[in-house]
């Protein structure tokens, strides 16, 4: 718990405002998550308000770890506080637009039927860019600059910040699929196409939370850093299987939960590797705090 106050207290000033940002999308999707049950609508569909909830989730989520994962690196700060402050408003804008459209009861994107939901698709499709400038910004500087001392979080935020735009990409593509279908007059298929890709933009998106945390939590365990960076290395690779599996599903039109079983034997391999990472991780931090009482009021670690 001390380690996550210094976070806040150590933060800059953009690195704050994105944690708090963060915290208000993800209070967002949650909300919605709430009316959505209340008032038992659908949770499929694009007029679905599961948009707003797993918008609001997602950027709170990616903001947050994003200015975390990025504090790291060892950036002017003038670029880091345009770069992540021009991050955070382009997720205000997707969260809050999407919502509206919600609201709504009209589709958030490939929706040009009004000059207003134009103006939103449009708007909406600005804002992915904006994002994906961003992060191609963070990534470069991750590559370039020497970064974090510790050559495990070094590896872990690079590959996060890889992975994310392996995600961005993927959404870009899922939109301008889409948005060619829509203005072919055809916008159930723009839904379609757009959908198909969902899967690998999912999970690719939170590598950049994932690989760093591990690494992070490694910082306190009791091993050397080349064991550290064995276990971040292992962690890596199962991420990049991961997304490497469901990206050939999901641009070769198979269902994840439909796949062969060798392809769903190798993803949930990866999966479980990932996760085993993070659970070794969080095995080596209990002995390296626990410290015990002495007479005469001295701690001792043990």
Same mark, same amino acid.
């Given at each position: ?227 550290? *960076?064995? /276990?971040?290395?292992? &962690? =890596?690779? %199962?991420?990049?299987?991961?997304? #490497?599996?469901? $990206? @050939? !599903? ?15 034997? *190798?993803? /949930?391999?990866?999966? &479980? =590797?990932? %996760?085993?990472?993070?659970?070794? #991780?969080?095995? $080596? @931090? !209990? ?16």
């Amino acid at each position: 718990m001390n380690a996550l106050t210094r976070m806040w207290h150590d933060g800059r000033r953009a690195e704050r405002i994105a944690y708090a940002v963060g915290a208000v999308l993800f209070l967002s999707g949650l909300a919605h998550a709430v009316v959505l049950l209340a008032t038992g609508g659908s949770w499929l569909g694009p007029l679905s308000m599961r948009k707003a909830v797993t918008f609001g989730l997602s950027f709170g989520l990616t903001l947050a770890s994003v200015a975390w994962a990025t504090s790291f690196l060892t950036v002017r700060p003038r670029l880091r506080a345009v770069l992540l402050g021009a991050f955070t408003a382009a997720s205000v804008v997707e969260v809050l637009l999407v919502s509206v459209q919600a609201w709504r009861g009209v589709p958030s994107h490939f929706d040009f039927e009004t000059p207003f939901d134009t103006l939103v698709s449009m708007t909406l499709a600005a804002g992915g860019g904006v994002i994906v400038l961003t992060v191609i910004g963070f990534t470069a500087a991750a590559l370039v600059e020497p970064g974090p001392d510790a050559p495990s979080l070094r590896l872990a935020v690079r590959a996060g910040l890889v992975v994310l735009l392996v995600a961005l990409a993927t959404g870009a593509v899922m939109i301008g699929r889409g948005v060619v279908a829509a203005r072919g007059g055809d916008p159930q298929l723009a839904y379609t196409t757009a959908g198909s890709l969902k899967p690998l933009h999912a999970v690719a998106m939170h590598a950049i939370l994932v690989l760093p945390a591990i690494a992070w939590i490694l910082r306190f365990s009791r091993w050397p850093e080349t064991h550290r *960076l064995l /276990v971040v290395k292992i &962690a =890596v690779a %199962a991420d990049v299987v991961l997304t #490497a599996v469901i $990206g @050939v !599903e999901s641009f070769t039109g198979v269902d994840p939960l439909a796949a062969p079983l060798p392809v769903t034997a *190798l993803s /949930v391999l990866a999966a &479980a =590797v990932l %996760a085993g990472a993070g659970g070794y #991780a969080l095995t $080596g @931090v !209990e002995p390296a705090i626990r410290f015990a009482r002495i007479p005469g009021g001295k701690a001792r670690g043990r």
